[in-house]
């Protein structure tokens, strides 16, 4: 258990960076088994996820360590192609490996993928991606057992919702196959661009990344090839800077991120009453005044949903900065719709919060208070941090862990714009 202790109400002000992107870098792992040789993944963050995910890598056989933010995978000898729950359970994206296994090895048996909690995370789609494929698969009370069948026919896989993980769970088993799969109705997220451009690095020829539609030429096996790929910029982590400014800063510059990525939170905050300037010819974007200088405005409705929407991860985070504007917002997500456990933390910080059958109200008052609260899982305890930077006096955030799997040094970050925040381990007595 950690405790994020936050003497809060302090003007955030200054430079920030942004690591490289978690939800982009662990599919790039799990399809570093397909190259033969050495991948080095530079601008890798140094968070829980990539960790577990490196750990997986050695199981399966392959030399795999982070030094600093470079990760590297030597993958030239798999000698297993099963992955235990102990493992695959402490992240979700641990079933992207079921993809590239086939790919590498023909065979995989990986067990029940784990995650946070933020609704139901079926597979379906990712087992019937992998069918039209031509991939047996055994779907058993712990693990899911694939055997690849056929590689060279021309297959058509149809995803009747643009799942991000099954899209790049059927990328993965189509970048091992010499026939043609096109791929109907995929996700169109910048992290499976990023997918599709280190495939590309290996050798898979792939058409349409960042559409709904791709084209896929695989082969069966790859070259030994060194290769150096640089991750994309976090998105999320980039929104969560920006948001903890937009509530508490004056001139916070974020460095290192891609403002196209986050074009609908960037609007909804200008909505709000904030004044940000975007520069993506030096990859940066400021905040250069919010609600620090005046009350902002509720943007009245979020409607979170797949990409280019407002996304799913950013919806606890502006919960906080929408508790303090004035007017109501309602708030729903398309994605994950009960994912609003953060908005029960919130409450006990003074927010005005109603649930209903959708999404949840949130009526604006002045200012939060300060509280000790939960974070329910990754980004509702982003969220928590937000607004423990925002309300006056000191409040703790009790996190069992979830902040570290996704943010790298969150705490040191914060601390250099101005938050007095400190994460020290805690023992849980209850
Ligand atoms: N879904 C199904 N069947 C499936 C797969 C998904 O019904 O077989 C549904 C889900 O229940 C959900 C929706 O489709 O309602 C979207 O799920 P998706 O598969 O796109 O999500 P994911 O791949 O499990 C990734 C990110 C999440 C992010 C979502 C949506 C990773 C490791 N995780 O999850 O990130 O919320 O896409 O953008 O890439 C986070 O970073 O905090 C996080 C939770």
Not at 187 to 193: D, G, K, N, T
Request: with cysteine; hydrophobic share 35%; aromatic share 6%.
């Amino acid at each position: 258990m950690f405790k994020y202790t936050i003497n809060g109400g302090r003007i955030l002000r200054g430079n920030i960076s942004v690591s490289g992107s978690k939800n982009a870098v662990l599919p790039v792992l799990s399809a570093a088994i397909l190259n033969r040789g050495t991948t080095r993944i530079l601008n890798c963050p140094d968070i829980a996820d990539v960790r577990i995910t490196l750990e997986i890598l050695q199981g399966l056989g392959c030399e795999a360590h982070l030094l600093g933010n470079v990760a590297e995978i030597d993958a030239s000898n798999i000698t297993c192609s099963k992955i235990e729950s102990k493992n695959a359970c402490k992240c979700r994206s641990s079933i992207t490996f079921l993809g590239a296994l086939v790919s590498r090895t023909g065979t995989a048996d990986v067990a029940y993928p784990g995650g946070c909690t933020i609704g139901q995370r079926p597979l379906d789609i990712h087992e019937e991606a992998l069918r039209d494929m031509g991939v047996w698969l055994d779907c058993c009370e712990s693990c899911i057992k694939a055997e690849r069948t056929d590689t060279c026919e021309d297959k058509h896989v149809y995803l009747k919702f643009p799942s991000v993980g099954a899209t790049e769970n059927a990328m993965l088993a189509a970048a091992g196959r010499s026939g043609t799969t096109y791929i109907y109705g995929a996700a169109i997220e910048p992290e499976i661009v990023c997918l599709a451009d280190y495939l590309k690095a290996i050798g898979t020829e792939i058409e349409g990344a960042g559409t709904g539609a791709l084209k896929i030429n695989g082969r069966e096996t790859y070259e030994n090839k060194k290769v150096d790929f640089t991750v994309i910029p976090d998105r999320i982590e980039t929104a969560t800077y920006l948001i903890a400014a937009a509530a508490s800063g004056s001139g916070v510059r974020i460095r290192g991120c891609d403002p196209s990525h986050i074009a609908p939170i960037v609007k909804t905050l200008r909505v709000m009453g904030c004044d940000i300037n975007e520069d993506p010819e030096t990859n940066s974007i400021e905040l250069i005044k919010g609600a620090a200088h005046k009350r902002l405005d509720s943007p009245g409705l979020i409607i979170a949903d797949a990409y280019p929407s407002y996304p799913t991860d950013a919806q606890s985070l502006i919960l906080p900065l929408l508790s303090e504007a004035r007017g109501i917002t309602f708030v729903t997500d398309k994605i994950f719709p009960e994912r609003f456990s953060c908005a029960d933390e919130l409450i006990k910080m003074g927010a005005k919060v109603r649930h209903s059958e959708c999404g949840i109200y949130i009526k604006g008052r002045r200012r939060l208070k300060n509280a000790d609260v939960n974070s329910r899982d990754l980004r509702s305890g982003a969220a928590m941090i937000i607004a423990g930077i925002t309300a006056c006096g000191r409040s703790v955030v009790y996190d069992n862990g979830f902040i570290r799997r996704g943010y790298d040094r969150i705490c040191e970050k914060l601390r250099g714009i101005g938050a007095e925040i400190r994460e020290t381990q805690h023992q849980n007595l209850s």
